[in-house]
């Protein structure tokens, strides 16, 4: 009579072919989606659009001096020259020099500042990939390291004229800033994203990378893979309260980003 233990020792023999093949294959699938010549296409999912006026609120784009000595950054509104700083004259980027040291040379970025006239304030930006499509990363590592600490992770569907609900990651963070001989401050915000390649747009970050090795092998393709963000403060009282800001902002900005053809 067969004792239990060497049953489930058959039971996981009689897997091993199976566990074979779908190692052979995970190893195959590796090989192609990082050596097959793909056709590298310069192709979107979005344009990199965000309007100066959203509702009632205003935008104004963030520019970064690029002397790290200065490091500065303005709004476009307040620049006679958006490209040069008016405080050093060195050239003005859309990134902050920490993000260009990060990121690839070709990675594109746009950033804009929105004020509500209520006094709201939320940060809109755009990432698009350049050649290296796994430059964008998952969100919560850069932030972690920014001094935010996670205290819920959620996906909400949000409402677009036009096509199907919008599905966005957010997170509620806390953001704890440092001050000489006083108290920390702790100060509670939200950062929301979703990922958008052509014909592709996931608020996971696992689900993107898979889509990329997808398209990589059984379309021989490389589109370029934006990442969008909205950020803003939250009321700890109020729990939800901050999805309606999300929701209000994007229905507001959507329609700048879809491309024509789309
Ligand atoms: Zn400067």
Not at 46 to 54: H, K, R, T, Y
Not at 176 to 188: A, E, G, H, K, S
Not at 223 to 231: K, L, N
Request: aromatic share 6%; proline share 8%; glycine share 6%.
């Amino acid at each position: 009579m067969e004792t239990k233990s060497s049953a489930s020792r058959s039971g996981l023999r009689a897997l091993v072919p199976q566990l074979v093949i779908l190692l052979l294959l995970g190893l195959a699938f590796g090989v192609v989606a990082t050596t097959v010549e793909v056709n590298v296409s310069h192709q979107a999912g979005i344009v990199m659009e965000l309007p100066d006026q959203a509702g009632a609120w205003v935008g104004d784009e963030i520019r970064y001096c690029t002397d790290p000595d200065c490091g500065k950054d303005w709004r476009v509104s307040e620049l006679d020259d958006p490209a040069v700083c008016p405080a050093c004259g060195a050239p003005l980027h859309s990134m902050s020099i920490p993000e260009a040291d990060m990121l690839p040379d070709d990675t594109d970025m746009l950033k804009k500042e929105y004020l509500h006239p209520n006094g709201d304030r939320v940060f809109v930006s755009i990432v698009l990939s350049g050649r290296d499509r796994a430059s964008i990363h998952r969100p919560q590592a850069c932030l972690s390291g920014q001094g935010n600490s996670f205290e819920r992770e959620v996906v909400i569907p949000v409402p677009l004229a036009g096509r199907p609900d919008l599905e966005v990651m957010v997170l509620d963070m806390v953001t704890v800033l440092r001050r000489p001989n006083q108290q920390d401050l702790r100060l509670p915000r939200y950062y929301a994203y979703w990922f958008v390649g052509k014909d592709r747009e996931t608020p996971y970050h696992g689900q993107r990378m898979l889509y990329m090795g997808l398209d990589r092998v059984l379309r021989s393709v490389a589109h370029r893979w934006a990442y969008i963000s909205v950020s803003g403060m939250r009321d700890p009282a109020r729990p939800d309260a901050h999805f309606d800001e999300i929701r209000e902002v994007l229905a507001l900005i959507y329609p700048a980003m879809v491309r024509p053809d789309a």
